[in-house]
């Protein structure tokens, strides 16, 4: 069982930066491949990163490529989103999951634990 914590959401104006943590329990947090994603008001949510165990390799949607950056600490057991050039496209609740396998994926139900989300606003 892994429980997953984020924060690190707020307001902020177009062109700006957050980062994003994601805190795990328990102590098997490098055998999880790890993902962000993210629901915007009236949509589905979407993928936007994932991260392999090592995080040796990263999978980008085209949305975010060359803006957002995940990185992990396995010894901290915490996963971060760093996103730059913000949009007001990017308003959404943000959130991490962990699927117990090694690969990228970007199919949500393949993810096993899910955060409880934190929301990020972009105003322009």
């Known amino acids: 069982q892994v429980q997953l914590v984020e924060s690190g959401g707020g307001l902020v104006q177009a062109g700006g930066s957050l980062r994003l943590s994601c805190a795990a329990s328990?102590?098997?947090?490098?055998?999880?491949?790890m993902g962000w994603f993210r629901q915007a008001p009236g949509k589905e949510r979407e993928f936007v990163v994932a991260?392999?165990?090592?995080?040796?390799?990263?999978y980008y949607a085209d949305s975010v490529k060359g803006r957002f950056t995940i990185s992990r600490d396995n010894a901290k057991n915490t996963v971060y989103l760093q996103m730059n050039s913000l949009k007001p496209e990017d308003t959404a609740v943000y959130y991490c999951?962990?699927?117990?396998?090694?690969?990228?994926?970007?199919?949500?139900?393949?993810?096993?634990?899910w955060g409880q989300g934190t929301q990020v606003t972009v105003s322009s």
């Open positions: 991260i392999t165990r090592g995080g040796g390799n990263t």
């Open positions: 999951a962990a699927r117990r396998d090694y690969g990228l994926d970007p199919r949500q139900y393949e993810y096993d634990y």
């Open positions: 328990g102590r098997t947090f490098s055998s999880y491949a």
